[in-house]
């Protein structure tokens, strides 16, 4: 099975987020940026299908600030090829347009499944998967976390509210939007991922179609507020349990 | 084009889910401001007699199918698509759950539609649809203006009060003729997977303790456990813990688990990411410890401790008991 | 496995009539003899996989003394020590894939004592090494080398805030980016920087350093974890990768050494960074400060019952053991009362080797944890404050403590910490 994996790039949490001056984006001269967690769970479950059923796994990327740093660690992993798409989209593009990009690229490319991350934290118009798989016109399922291959299509298990899973059957190609992988995103060797830097290279391709109808733009940006938020307890931990015992008390919670 | 404003209603299992209410009371609190309609669309089969539960629209459009019979992404992205051709609303409000992620990315490609996702907030201001974002891991909130006459805004569960979308009444149910082809999907429902019983019930539970990805290892679980003990509570967690196989499935708190409402809900080390905030903010007394003061769960919060988790709860447990 | 022997073969047992040994006929009554025990009747496969890596070679020198198993710390909470794993690896166990493989914190107690040279410190990294190459490596570990990777220190923080303790220092802590130039060029390191224990020696010893007039500046958020632990505990690639940084911003910048509040930064400088170009000076601030203690007013008495830890990476593997003694001695009030394990023979707090990042999976091997022992050991010598010198202790032996149920019996602080109580209010 040929899996194609794309991937995004998305400022890091680990980092205080500001906000620029007219409020209409982050501050991004500050930003650091990560690979989406659950595109790390996709790449994970890609990597797995291959190894128990053949194929290859190819990651793609736009390019952006560590970009290559997560396209190598992406093959040290075992992707066998990482593809950065070279137009100028920069962080914060609306997914319509990515998404727009991405099929132009793919439909250039053999496939049988497209395994994306189900969300990201700047998902703003939409989830990447779905918006691909439109533009493609395939058939997708998102926040997945099983997939198994079944004579030509995959069976997939879809999480509902509550515990409750729903299996499809869902014919290829397709587009599924992993929820997370059956095990724990595999490490990257450090030695190794230098060595595939060194070696190993990327595939440079541009998108011929950037153009979509986005139909929103950002109007403001804010943080949340934090005065109607929590009331802080302080002092030494048994102080603090103190007060938290009457409050318990106040409430009728504990006599 | 029509001023109506649309509620895509949500069901599993023959039950329309809260969020539907949710979305429907704000629907009539948006069609009071366009001069539209509120109207329900219930995709199913043999579920005609739900629109009754559905009293808060003017109007439920009911499109019936044996295709519809259970969700499936294909078949229902494509029936909704055909309903808004049709129908052209001013503003559609769909759940941003596991359903809806599937149908309103979709019908933002093929109905050519603006979207925004993840609202926990829409308004008309000036006549264009205003909808706010929880995005970047519930820390920023943006404000999206929605272009054109028609668009679609995916809101995020628990953004709205359910009761005043739980209405009974008889609005008209129109039925809507299902598009051609509607069965030849290349994604086909097989079955549904109920999770592992046997475990206790923790949406009927006063008291919830539940640990976070803070508590670090298996290994300090009983000290969480034990506060729960000493409250009378059970033990819930936020996913990673479930995903570490440390406590089921039937333990987890939040977009892909359960929806709580206890009297109270003590996180141990949860961040209070929006799918964790998802399940919980409903309960009636929050308490968070979480040495991040910048935690977002202390936004929902109503105490906050910003200490370490293993100072405090030993402390509180020992307090407890004695 | 081909043929374990645990008890002699019949077959090697011969009698005979008349035994001559080198021409001479020592026959008697008894003349029952065993013949040769061949050793290589052991299937040496998994021997080999660990004596055939560059740096594994010498756990095929063991000749099982078992002098080394009394003196590991690890044996003594649980079942470990290096000839106990010479054997199990003759025996057939798969180190690569074995538990055995993370419980050393490379503390080198029994390198001290081997007659072998069995050395830990060369082999556990090498076998650590192939074993992570294979995708062999506990989830926690996995984390902290994640992090580094990522954020270039071990606990996940924001590489932006990595000089952020220096802003409520209450001194003048100089960011070499800005100064450039230097006497003393002090590597702060992870735990110093972030983590609130660590950050209150740090400022401790900046309050110091700016009593003494010391020339010195930090690299901020330049700086870069050095690794040290992340190689011991098989990401070499992590370290060359932060080695090569770390070098290349201090060529930057003029100093004449480097200060250091870890001991395993020490290790990673002094040893580590040489075979990548970098050579410097360094020094532990024990061993700075020791020289210098005349040139503090030392204002307060701390009437303290003080017991000292030494560091791995201090003492047996860097050799300074009189400094941090020195500096204890000199403050007024304290007495030091040693441990029953110290200097050469200290215990280790289990930080090391990685054992920083295995707390959980160490849970699963131990009795107790090492840093708990040490406790108890601090405690039974009556000891009423724990000093150490090494940014992981810290924040061990204060979980320990609680652990243990010695609150109220025992402090820990760092050395740094008791200096500057010493000294007084401002
Ligand atoms: C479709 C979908 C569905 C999802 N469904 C769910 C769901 O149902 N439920 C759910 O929970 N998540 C869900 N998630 C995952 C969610 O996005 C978060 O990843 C998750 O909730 C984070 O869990 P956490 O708060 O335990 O971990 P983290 O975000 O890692 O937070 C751990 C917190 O512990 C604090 N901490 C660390 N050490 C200590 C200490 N010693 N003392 C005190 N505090 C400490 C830290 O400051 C941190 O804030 C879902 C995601 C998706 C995409």
Redesign the interface.
Same mark, same amino acid.
């Given at each position: 099975m040929n899996i194609i994996v794309p991937v995004k790039q998305v400022?890091? @949490?680990?980092?205080?987020?500001e906000?620029n001056e007219d409020g209409t984006d982050?501050d991004r001269d500050?930003l650091?940026y990560?690979l989406n967690e659950f595109d790390e769970h996709a790449l994970e479950e890609a990597l797995l299908l291959k190894e128990e059923h053949g194929g290859t796994v190819t990651v793609i990327a736009f390019e952006g600030e560590d970009t290559d740093k997560a396209l190598y660690t992406a093959i040290a992993k075992g992707a066998d090829r990482a593809v950065k798409i070279t137009n100028d989209l920069p962080p914060g593009t609306p997914n319509?347009v990515l998404a727009k990009a991405l099929a132009s690229v793919l439909s250039g490319m053999e496939y049988d499944l497209i395994l994306t991350g189900?969300?990201a934290?700047?998902?703003?118009?939409?989830?990447l998967g779905?918006?691909l798989?439109?533009?493609l016109d395939?058939?997708?399922?998102?926040?997945v976390s099983g997939v198994a291959p079944n004579n030509g299509a995959v069976?997939v298990? &879809?999480?509902?509210?509550?515990?409750?899973?729903?299996?499809?059957?869902?014919?290829l190609p397709?587009v599924l939007?992993v929820?997370?992988a059956r095990q724990?995103p595999?490490?990257a060797?450090?030695?190794?991922?230098?060595q595939v830097m060194r070696q190993a290279e990327i595939e440079e391709v541009e998108a011929s179609d950037t153009e979509a109808?986005?139909?929103?733009?950002?109007?403001?940006?804010?943080?949340?507020?934090?005065g109607?938020?929590?009331?802080? @307890?302080e002092g030494s931990?048994?102080e603090?349990?103190?007060q938290?015992?009457k409050?318990?008390q106040e409430?009728g919670?504990?006599k | 084009m029509s001023q109506d404003v649309f509620v895509v209603a949500e069901h599993?299992?023959g039950k329309i889910?809260d969020v539907t209410y949710e979305l429907l009371g704000k629907a009539r609190e948006l069609a009071g401001q366009s001069g539209g309609h509120v109207v329900a669309v219930l995709m199913g089969s043999g579920i005609q007699d739900q629109a009754g539960s559905l009293g808060a629209a003017d109007k439920v459009l009911y499109m019936e199918h044996a295709a519809l019979e259970?969700?499936?992404?294909?078949s229902y992205a494509k029936a909704l698509s055909h309903i808004l051709e049709q129908n052209k609303p001013r503003l559609t409000l769909i759940p941003n759950?596991?359903?809806g992620?599937?149908l309103?990315?979709?019908v933002?490609? &093929?109905n050519?539609?603006?979207?925004?996702?993840?609202a926990t907030d829409v308004q008309f201001d000036n006549g264009q649809v205003?909808?706010t974002?929880? @995005?970047?891991?519930?820390?920023?909130?943006?404000?999206?203006?929605?272009?054109?006459d028609s668009?679609v805004v995916?809101v995020l569960a628990g953004s709205f009060p359910a009761d005043a979308g739980k209405q009974d009444g008889s609005p008209a149910v129109e039925t809507v003729a299902a598009p051609d082809g509607l069965d030849q999907?290349?994604?086909?429902?097989?079955?549904?997977?109920?999770?592992e019983g046997g475990d206790v019930d923790i949406t009927q539970q006063? /008291?919830l303790v539940s640990v976070g990805r803070g508590i670090q290892s298996e290994d300090n679980l009983p000290m969480v456990e034990e506060l729960a003990e000493a409250?009378g509570g059970a033990l819930a967690s936020s996913r990673p813990i479930v995903?570490n196989k440390w406590l089921p499935?039937?333990r987890?708190v939040g977009?892909?688990? @359960?929806?709580v409402k206890p009297?109270?809900y003590f996180a141990v080390g949860i961040s209070g990411a929006p799918e964790h905030i998802e399940g919980m903010k409903d309960s009636?007394? /929050?308490?968070?410890i979480n040495t991040d003061p910048?935690a977002?769960i202390?936004?929902?919060?109503?105490?906050?401790?910003?200490?370490d988790l293993f100072?405090?709860v030993?402390?509180?447990t020992?307090?407890?008991k004695s | 496995m081909a043929s374990n022997k645990l008890s002699i073969d019949p077959d090697q047992i011969i009698e005979k009539e008349h035994v001559v040994q080198e021409g001479m006929d020592i026959s008697g009554q008894w003349n029952r003899m065993f013949e040769q025990r061949v050793i290589w009747d052991y299937n040496t496969e998994m021997l080999d996989k660990v004596t055939a890596l560059e740096g594994g070679e010498s756990l095929g020198y063991c000749y099982q003394c078992g002098q080394c198993v009394p003196v590991c710390p690890v044996n003594l909470v649980g079942d470990y020590g290096p000839r106990k794993i010479f054997r199990r690896v003759q025996l057939g166990e798969d180190l690569f894939q074995s538990p055995l493989l993370w419980q050393c914190t490379t503390c080198m107690n029994c390198l001290r004592v081997c007659p072998k040279e069995v050395d830990m410190i060369q082999i556990m990294p090498a076998v650590r090494?192939e074993a992570?190459?294979q995708?062999y490596?506990p989830?926690e570990l996995?984390q902290a080398?994640?992090n580094t990777?990522?954020?270039g220190n071990p606990l996940?923080?924001?590489? &932006?805030k990595r000089a952020a303790w220096t802003k409520d220092a209450g001194v003048p802590v100089p960011i070499m980016k800005e100064k450039k130039k230097a006497d003393v060029l002090w590597f702060v390191e992870c735990y110093p920087s972030y983590h609130p224990r660590g950050i209150d020696a740090s400022k401790a010893l900046a309050r110091v350093l700016n009593e003494l007039g010391v020339d010195f500046g930090i690299l901020g958020v330049e700086e870069k974890c050095t690794c040290d632990s992340q190689r011991l505990a098989g990401?070499?690639?992590?370290f060359?990768?932060f080695a090569e940084q770390n070098i290349k911003t201090m060529k930057r910048y003029k100093f004449n050494k480097i200060l250091v509040t870890d001991p395993h930064a020490l290790n990673a400088l002094r040893k580590e960074y040489p075979k990548y170009g970098g050579k410097y000076e360094v020094v532990h601030y024990t061993t700075f400060l020791a020289p210098m203690l005349d040139k503090l007013n030392f204002t307060n008495k701390l009437n303290y019952k003080v017991t000292f830890h030494d560091p791995c990476y201090l003492g047996r593997h860097n050799g300074e053991f009189e400094a941090p003694r020195q500096i204890l001695q000199a403050l007024p009030g304290v007495e030091l009362i040693e441990m029953f394990r110290c200097r050469e023979n200290s215990y280790c707090c289990g930080g090391g080797g990685g054992g920083m990042w295995l707390d959980g999976f160490m849970a699963d091997h131990v009795s107790e944890r090492l840093s708990e022992r040490r406790v108890r050991e601090a405690v039974e010598v009556g000891a009423d404050v724990l000093a150490v010198c090494c940014p992981y202790e810290v924040s061990r032996f204060e979980d320990a403590v609680k652990s243990t149920g010695n609150e109220g019996k025992l402090v820990v602080r760092d050395i740094i910490e008791l200096v500057v109580e010493a000294m007084g209010a401002n």
């Open positions: 400022p890091d @949490l680990v980092e205080e987020l906000i982050l500050y650091s990560k319509h189900v969300q934290a700047d998902d703003r118009d939409g989830q779905v918006l798989a439109n533009y395939v058939p997708h399922v998102s926040v069976t298990q &879809k999480e509902y509210a509550g515990g409750v899973m729903a299996e499809f059957e869902v014919d397709a939007g929820q997370a724990t595999r490490y060797p450090v030695s190794r991922v230098r109808e986005v139909g929103s733009s950002i109007r403001r940006m804010f943080k949340p507020e934090k109607a938020g929590a009331q802080m @307890l931990p048994e603090i349990a103190e938290i015992i409050i318990l409430k919670i504990k | 599993l299992q889910d259970n969700f499936n992404p294909e759950t596991s359903m992620m599937d309103a990315a979709a933002s490609v &093929k050519n539609l603006p979207l925004v996702a993840y205003v909808a974002s929880q @995005l970047y891991g519930g820390k920023i909130n943006v404000e999206s203006v929605l272009e054109g668009s995916s999907t290349r994604v086909r429902f097989k079955n549904l997977i109920q999770p006063d /008291i409250l995903d499935k039937t987890q977009k892909s688990g @359960l929806k009297k109270l009636e007394l /929050i308490i968070a910048e977002p202390f936004e929902v919060a109503h105490y906050g401790v910003t200490e100072d405090v030993p402390a509180l020992e307090k407890l | 090494q992570v190459l995708g490596v989830e996995q080398f994640e990777f990522d954020y996940g923080e924001s590489p &932006k990401e070499i690639g992590l060359e990768e």
